[in-house]
């Protein structure tokens, strides 16, 4: 039983070291995009037709 735990833990972490490089990048763009909403350099759509 211990073993296919050992297993399953290695294989968990072989993944969530693949996805990595994934989340970092989605949590870069996800707090660019909360800094341009910020300075209204975005806005919500139609905005600046109000």
Do not use: K
């Not at 989340?23 to 139609?46: C, K, M, R, W």
Request: cysteine-free.
């Amino acid at each position: 039983m211990a073993r296919i735990f050992t297993q399953f833990y290695d294989y968990v972490e072989r993944e969530e070291a693949a996805v990595q490089p994934v989340i970092d990048q989605y949590t870069a763009i996800q707090q660019e995009a909360a800094g341009l909403f910020g300075s209204n350099v975005l806005g919500e759509p139609g905005a600046a037709r109000r």
